[in-house]
């Protein structure tokens, strides 16, 4: 049976809550006093499973180069049945967003990113760095496109990120274990025609050309277990998204700021709106022809400012050129996507949440790898020798280790 919902979720016009599935129809609505609801349409992350034949993809960046605090820039996760999880683009501020989702960092080992637009990578060192000190230990993977001179490519993009970050990585030497400093950089050639960059333990990732202000974007497809995610990231429409991610399961493509908006809401020249909004990037009614002739389960608009005023407009733009399966993604909206259903809901997150523990045992930093400090820094410090020894006094105890101070 098919259920097809209307309603807001906060600023996010859903179209609909689940398509081909039965649940919603099937159970019962009256609730027990005493028991938990059976079925509190939100994800509540590190709650739920994932089946094995399904495919969860959470939005984590979903608006504009400006990142804010209701949508950072471009990032979203998928999660697959078989364990494996992938992060498509991480965009500035959507670090934020996948430490929100309460996930161990060894899992989140493994970034494609579209182009080396600050909003669709912005966020790589936060990971990269970040995910260190947030317990992994695993090397972090990535995979990007060259360009049409080395410097464009991702292998210099990340070489550089490490070379930015010198300070940085020397100063956690022998302070915390560096092992998920290592990177490993997969750089293909952005002209490969649904090329497979990436096939392990059943699942293909394919990448084909993108359109997009310089030549080295691309888009992506991803394929398990029968299920097709096709992401756009940024793209002028063009010949490969309509072959290669025709019919996807769930498809995500970029829905720039209509120019209007661009205009009176972000304060543009006309002509700056009207070039960026429908030369470099896909206006909304552009959006719409492109699901139209890809015609996937779920079309999924994002990369605009989705608010209580923007999103109605956009809507009106995109469904005067088609009238199917859409949502209008914000961040924290999860599909969990299956054969038989594609369900839309909203993540509620804990704003308190922690780092999880590492998926191996914590291991120690190696004192013997400290770079430290010179003469003229150690004898500005001022020692509060017995404030410190009753710390380690305090730990030894409650801890049941026997580490002397340091002198
Ligand atoms: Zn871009
Ligand atoms: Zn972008």
Redesign the pocket.
């Known amino acids: 049976m098919r259920v097809i919902l209307s309603f807001l979720i906060g600023a996010a016009l859903i179209s609909i809550a689940s398509f081909g599935g039965s649940h919603l129809v099937k159970e019962a609505y009256a609730q027990s006093p005493t028991q938990a609801l059976s079925d509190r349409d939100a994800y509540y992350p590190g709650t739920e499973d994932i089946a094995s034949d399904e495919m969860r993809v959470t939005a984590c960046g979903t608006g504009m ?1 400006n990142a804010r605090p209701k949508q950072a ?2 990032c979203f996760l998928v999660e697959l049945g078989n364990g494996d999880k992938f992060i498509f683009d991480i ?1 500035t501020g959507s670090m934020e967003r996948l430490t929100g989702l309460a996930i161990p960092f060894d899992y989140l080992d493994k970034v494609f990113i579209g182009h080396l ?1 600050a ?2 990578f912005g966020d790589l060192d936060a990971l990269w760095v970040g995910g260190v000190i947030s317990n992994r230990q695993r090397p972090l993977r990535v995979w990007g496109p060259n360009s049409t001179r080395p410097e464009y490519g991702t292998a210099y993009a990340v070489d550089h990120m490490e070379k930015m970050l010198t300070w940085d990585s020397a100063s956690r030497l022998g302070n915390v274990n560096t092992q998920g400093l290592q990177i490993e950089v997969n750089e293909f050639d952005y002209r490969g025609v649904n090329q497979v960059i990436y096939e392990e333990n059943g699942v293909t990732v394919r990448s084909f050309p993108a359109i997009h202000a310089l030549d080295g974007p691309v888009s992506f497809t991803l394929e398990w277990n029968d299920l097709k995610f096709a992401y756009s ?2 793209t002028y429409p063009n010949k490969w998204w309509m072959e290669f991610a025709k019919g996807a399961d769930i498809a995500i493509h ?1 829905c720039f700021l209509p120019p209007a908006l661009l205009v009176t809401k972000q304060k543009w020249p006309v002509q700056d709106a009207l070039n960026v909004g429908t030369q470099v990037h896909t206006s909304p009614s552009m959006f719409g022809k492109v699901m139209s002739l890809t015609e996937p389960r779920l079309a999924v608009a994002y ?1 605009f400012f989705n608010d209580f005023d923007t999103a109605p407009f956009v809507e009106r733009q995109i469904r005067t050129t088609y009238d199917g399966p859409l949502a209008l993604a914000v961040d924290y909206m999860v599909f969990n996507v299956t054969k038989d259903d594609i369900r839309v809901r909203m993540a509620s997150i804990n704003e308190d949440v922690w780092p999880l523990p590492s998926v191996t045992d914590k291991l120690p930093a190696d004192p013997s790898q400290r770079i430290g400090f010179t003469q003229f820094l150690i004898e500005g410090r001022e020692v509060f020798q017995d404030v410190i020894n009753k710390i380690y006094d305090d730990i030894n105890e409650e801890f049941g280790t026997n580490i002397s101070t340091p002198n």
Request: aromatic residues 0%; glycine residues 10%; hydrophobic residues 20%.
């Open positions: 180069p820039a471009a965009g637009h909003d669709h990231s940024d970029e990369h």
